[in-house]
């Protein structure tokens, strides 16, 4: 069967089966119009159910394309984060005037400093109370008095070098 596009007049062939007595939706390639396309009438005469009107549909518009411009997706945005996987940043993302009233507020919190003394503070502490209980480790386990003894030794020759270098 030949069959005619209704807004462009382009000429297509469609097999007689693809199209049955209650009507086939077909959609021009050339300009995408939509419509409903029933059989020739020679075919059919007998039956009257056949209604003798098309079904005609707005044509689809294609949307002009700009050969130089393509729509960049801005990634890493909150939406685009949020639609594409499910993510929401609620903090963190700082815009400039956050930045700049960051910069004049003074930081809080631990840094590499604060670590450092507390740590040094902890191995005072160990050393302190070791230096208290030597006499009863080396009392309940004599093995260790050697090692006790060179750990002190040790110790005290560091405090020497450390007493030389600030004077």
């Known amino acids: 069967m030949l069959v005619n596009c209704n807004s462009c007049q382009k000429k297509f062939t469609v097999p ?27 075919k059919f005469q007998e039956q009257t159910d056949i209604p003798d009107t098309v079904i005609r549909r707005k044509p689809f518009k294609k949307k002009k394309e700009t050969p130089g411009k393509k729509k960049e997706i801005q990634m890493y945005t909150e939406a685009y984060l949020k639609k594409k996987h499910g993510l929401s940043i609620k903090e963190g993302y700082e815009n400039k005037n956050n930045k700049k009233k960051k ?16 740590i040094i503070i902890f191995f005072l502490t160990i050393f302190g109370i070791l230096h208290l209980a030597k006499d009863i480790i080396i009392f309940k386990y004599p093995a260790t008095e050697s090692s006790i003894n060179y750990f002190f030794e040790v110790v005290d020759i560091i405090k020497t070098i450390i007493n030389e270098l600030v004077n």
């Open 16 to 42: 007689d089966s693809a199209i049955t007595e209650k009507g086939r939706l077909l959609q021009c390639g050339s300009c995408n119009y939509k419509w409903t396309q029933f059989p020739f009438k020679e």
């Open 103 to 118: 910069n004049n507020q003074l930081k809080s919190g631990f840094g590499f400093y604060s670590y450092l003394i507390i």
